[in-house]
């Protein structure tokens, strides 16, 4: 069985449904069938109470594991060797799989492909060393090897691995900023994440580029940490949202911006076994290359988001 410590008290169906990111239908699921435990002793109700600091332990029988859809696409290898890969992930393809997710994701596409894959993350998230939301596109490094993948989420903790993010958002900010709020689950939406008070440390720098006649304007974002939805939560305390992002705000049809604009576009780490520095860049894809092409200066762009200047625009490290 698989297991964890409570951080917070309250419902098992509430708690177990956050940790697991799946919905309180199939926890409640999983306490019928006698498979979820509080402190060694088997739950009956949903409504069951924890604290903080409860050991809780589940089970996911093999029968309730998800089959891989079969795979119809493919993805952009940047770079591959015995070691890592740096793929350019598209929109619409999440990363690993979960007990909600019904379609085939980036880690099917690895064990279909025959990619030698980690396995310290679980067998669910084999090589994933982080990830980026659905609908973001951008570079993304997976780990072939546990060393690699050690090494990797290290460079995570030391900040010495990160990315340079480019979003189109909806009005022009101020000046270039940094904003420094915790972040968790919003508490009357479980889709969403929020600023909260006691949510987990999270920072992000922005950076202005360049701003179309429409207001449009082509930013820069650096994580320092790696909280989901960061980028576009923080956005949304400025006022500012991503063009497509609906979920957070941004007024538009699906049928006019069909995803959220963000994109990762400079990867750097040092490789796990070399110890060479190295930096991945990924292209943008269609939609927001030629929305940039159509509505900016595209020469002053290309010098904005040159890989060899790009991080001497950012004032924090």
Not at 78 to 102: F, R, W
Not at 221 to 236: E, P, S
Request: aromatic share 6%; with cysteine.
């Amino acid at each position: 069985m698989s297991n964890f410590k409570t951080t917070s008290a309250g419902r098992i169906d509430k708690i177990l449904a956050k940790e697991l990111d799946v919905s309180r239908n199939q926890v409640e699921k999983l306490i019928k069938d006698g498979l979820v435990l509080v402190n060694g002793k088997g739950v009956s109700k949903t409504s069951f109470k924890v604290v903080e600091g409860d050991e809780v332990e589940y089970e996911i029988k093999e029968a309730q594991k998800r089959v891989a859809p079969p795979i119809d696409f493919d993805v952009e290898v940047l770079y591959e060797d015995d070691y890592l890969l740096v793929v350019n992930k598209p929109s619409g393809l999440v990363v690993h799989p979960a007990p909600s997710v019904k379609e085939p994701t980036l880690v099917d596409w690895l064990i279909h492909k025959g990619i030698s894959l980690s396995t310290i993350s679980g067998e669910e998230r084999h090589g994933i060393v982080h990830r980026i939301d659905k609908e973001t596109t951008g570079a993304l490094v997976v780990a072939k090897t546990n060393e690699a993948h050690e090494k990797l989420s290290e460079q995570l903790q030391d900040k010495s691995m990160g990315r340079y993010y480019l979003a189109l958002i909806d009005c022009p900010l101020k000046d270039d900023t940094v904003v420094d709020k915790p972040i968790g689950r919003n508490p009357n939406n479980r889709l969403k994440m929020d600023v909260v008070p006691h949510g987990k440390t999270a920072k992000t720098e922005f950076v202005k580029l360049a701003q179309t006649i429409y207001d449009v304007e082509l930013i820069a974002a650096k994580l320092f940490t790696g909280r989901t939805h960061q980028i576009r939560v923080h956005l949304n305390t400025l006022g500012r949202h991503i063009l497509g992002d609906d979920l957070y705000g941004f007024k538009t049809k699906r049928d006019k911006i069909a995803r959220v604009n963000l994109h990762a576009y400079l990867l750097y780490l040092v490789h796990p076994k070399t110890g060479e520095k190295m930096e991945f860049v990924a292209p943008l894809f269609d939609d927001m290359k030629d929305y940039i092409t159509k509505y900016f200066d595209q020469e002053s762009v290309d010098k904005k988001i040159n890989p060899e200047t790009m991080g001497t625009l950012f004032r924090h490290i």
